[in-house]
T-cell receptor, first 113, second 113 residues
Framework: KQEVTQIPAALSVPEGENLVLNCSFTDSAIYNLQWFRQDPGKGLTSLLLIQSSQREQTSGRLNASLDKSSGRSTLYIAASQPGDSATYLC????????????FGKGTKLSVIP | DTGVSQDPRHKITKRGQNVTFRCDPISEHNRLYWYRQTLGQGPEFLTYFQNEAQLEKSRLLSDRFSAERPKGSFSTLEIQRTEQGDSAMYLCASWRIGIDTIYFGEGSWLTVV
């Protein structure tokens, strides 16, 4: 059974700080991994998708890395802004045809002005 | 707006009543997924369709739950004889095979009182 763990559960940082969110997974035969953002009461917005053959992906101030050997992924946010405040979820794709996602519980980020 | 529409956005119902949620995916997306998310947890996979065929159901989907996707377009998720434990946000997502990013709707909140 795939399991995804995110640490910490909550994080509070001052505006402008760089930060790292952590995600670990148990299935070493990982297919793809994706990071999402969720605002309170809202759906999920895709941030970055890392395919199993890749080591990292970048979009603007966001950089996500994937280390299959250690079962870890990190999401790096540079120069954080109050608008980055949200819950960040990482999810692992199953490769068995359904491509269903197994999610972590998320990290709730608060960026203090 | 991701292009995936869900209706209603909020539903309050009395225990024992039936409820139905609708999802309109992005047109041309042949895959449609339903997930359930409770407070403080990540979304959990319920079921998915490829075109009109329901190909997999999670063990979380009890006999009181039924999902359909007639004609391979919109989908409905019905919950019969609702219980308080059904209170959650029900998320729909669509994806076209060959395109990597999955798109989630805003979710339908269910409160069973």
């Amino acid at each position: 059974k795939q399991e995804v763990t995110q640490i910490p559960a909550a994080l509070s940082v001052p505006e402008g700080e760089n930060l790292v969110l952590n995600c670990s997974f148990t299935d070493s035969a990982i297919y793809n991994l994706q990071w999402f953002r969720q605002d309170p009461g809202k759906g999920l917005t895709s941030l970055l998708l890392i395919q199993s053959s890749q080591r990292e992906q970048t979009s603007g101030r966001l950089n996500a890395s994937l280390d299959k050997s250690s079962g870890r992924s990190t999401l790096y946010i540079a120069a954080s802004q109050p608008g980055d405040s949200a819950t960040y979820l990482c999810a692992q794709y199953s490769g068995a045809g359904s491509y269903q996602l197994t999610f972590g519980k998320g990290t709730k980020l608060s960026v203090i002005p | 707006d991701t292009g995936v529409s869900q209706d209603p956005r909020h539903k309050i119902t009395k225990r024992g009543q039936n409820v139905t949620f609708r999802c309109d995916p992005i047109s041309e997306h042949n895959r449609l997924y339903w997930y359930r998310q409770t407070l403080g947890q990540g979304p959990e996979f319920l079921t998915y369709f490829q075109n009109e065929a329901q190909l997999e159901k999670s063990r979380l989907l009890s006999d009181r739950f039924s999902a359909e996707r007639p004609k391979g377009s919109f989908s409905t998720l019905e919950i019969q004889r609702t219980e308080q434990g059904d209170s959650a946000m029900y998320l729909c997502a669509s994806w076209r095979i060959g395109i990597d990013t999955i798109y989630f709707g805003e979710g339908s909140w269910l409160t069973v009182v």
